[in-house]
């Protein structure tokens, strides 16, 4: 293996970009947009929700991804992108709460750092939200929880890699791939053609069209999601990521807050371009019921991500038979999974030995009707369900 083309300069582009450059492969990273994470992984909440991961293999893989992010923020050093808070959480009504607690209980027993609390922790752990908003009996903390600056870890990572003799090609989109005898060799990209030992599709929401051009088709849908961003908060700022009804809050690295809600998110259409008629200033009136501070406040950005949701809520990696050298690489936790799966992803490119780990995700297995991820399920439950095509 000496050369490779990666399709996508995103969280799972930019890892396994700079794993395969450091391996001494030579590294063409080809992407659409103008400049690196412009696309869904500038536009998503990039906090590490390992603990809402089933089933128990895939919550280990979110584990390990976890983890692999210190060892490479330690390694690589410069700015931080991952900014270890606490994770607090409620719910509203019994049923709900009951819910909650059995997550808390079972995330426990796999080794999570978690506990239950009184709704009194909030003063202590996150003093800028207003105690009246939580009605809850208890809260679940988790205390190894953290947020992701998302675009600065992209940039860290793609920097490395050209440190490693990683080539950028920015603002070109891939309109088609180059086969010599049944196998994929390149990709045609603008008015060039970029030859290769293996293209590697990292394109997120456009993984899909990639892979079309090879004949394949991935179990995959494009979901839209809107975040909004304030500028810094006047008084208190925010210390903890919260999940609260309605509504997820994190810090951002200008002292503001990222705002998302799966149930504004529903009301997004399913179009490219869908319509936000709204729905940005909706989000931040949810988001100043919890935190005053954000009355103060003015929206400084607003932005939406189209995801990469496989049907069964697990990663797609690898490549499907009828396409060899096209290998793929797509996940609805792309953030948190980057560094794990762009590690062992380049590791089985570079030595064409299979990861056992990855064995679950292959793109060709069968997905059933369910959603194993049950952080999916919860999501799914808040929109419209398309009608899946045979």
Request: aromatic letters at 4%; proline letters at 8%.
């Amino acid at each position: 293996m000496e050369s490779a083309v990666v399709v996508g300069a995103g969280v799972l582009g930019a890892c396994v970009s700079y794993h395969l450059a450091r391996a001494g492969v030579r590294v063409v990273v080809v992407e659409e947009e103008a400049r690196p994470a412009a696309g869904t992984s500038g536009a998503t909440f990039s906090a590490d929700v390992t603990h809402l991961k089933t089933p128990y293999a895939y919550y280990r893989l979110n584990r390990q991804g976890s983890d692999e992010h210190r060892f490479l923020s330690e390694a690589l050093g410069g700015p931080a992108w991952r900014h270890p808070a606490p994770l607090l959480q409620w719910a509203d009504g019994d049923a709900a709460q009951q819910a909650l607690r059995e997550r808390a209980l079972r995330a426990q027993g796999w080794g999570q750092d978690c506990r239950l609390a009184p709704p009194s922790v909030l003063r202590e752990l996150a003093p800028a939200v207003d105690p009246a908003a939580c009605g809850a009996d208890e809260v679940v903390v988790h205390g190894s929880a953290c947020w992701f600056d998302a675009p600065r870890f992209v940039h860290t990572l793609l920097d490395a890699a050209v440190r490693h003799g990683a080539e950028t090609r920015l603002g070109v989109a891939v309109t088609g791939l180059t086969r010599v005898a049944g196998r994929i060799t390149g990709v045609v990209a603008g008015d060039r053609s970029f030859s290769a030992d293996a293209v590697v599709n990292c394109a997120g929401p456009g993984a899909d069209r990639v892979a079309g051009f090879a004949g394949v088709r991935l179990p995959m849908r494009r979901v839209p999601g809107l975040v909004t961003e304030s500028d810094a908060l006047a008084g208190a700022p925010l210390t903890a990521i919260v999940a609260a009804p309605d509504i997820d809050l994190r810090p951002t690295p200008g002292g503001g807050v990222l705002a998302l809600s799966w149930d504004v998110d529903a009301r997004l259409d399913g179009a490219v371009q869908p319509r936000v008629d709204g729905l940005p200033r909706e989000l931040h009136r949810r988001a100043g019921t919890v935190l005053p501070g954000l009355a103060r406040a003015r929206i400084e950005d607003a932005r939406i991500g189209v995801r990469p949701v496989p049907h069964d809520g697990l990663p797609l990696v690898g490549e499907v038979p009828g396409a060899p050298g096209l290998y793929h690489l797509v996940s609805h936790s792309a953030v948190t999974l980057a560094p794990v799966l762009g590690r062992l992803a380049a590791q089985e490119i570079t030595t064409g030995r299979p990861a056992t780990e990855l064995t679950a995700y292959r793109p060709d297995r069968a997905v059933p009707g369910d959603v194993h991820d049950e952080n999916l399920r919860a999501m799914n439950r808040r929109r419209p369900q398309p009608q899946r095509e045979p």
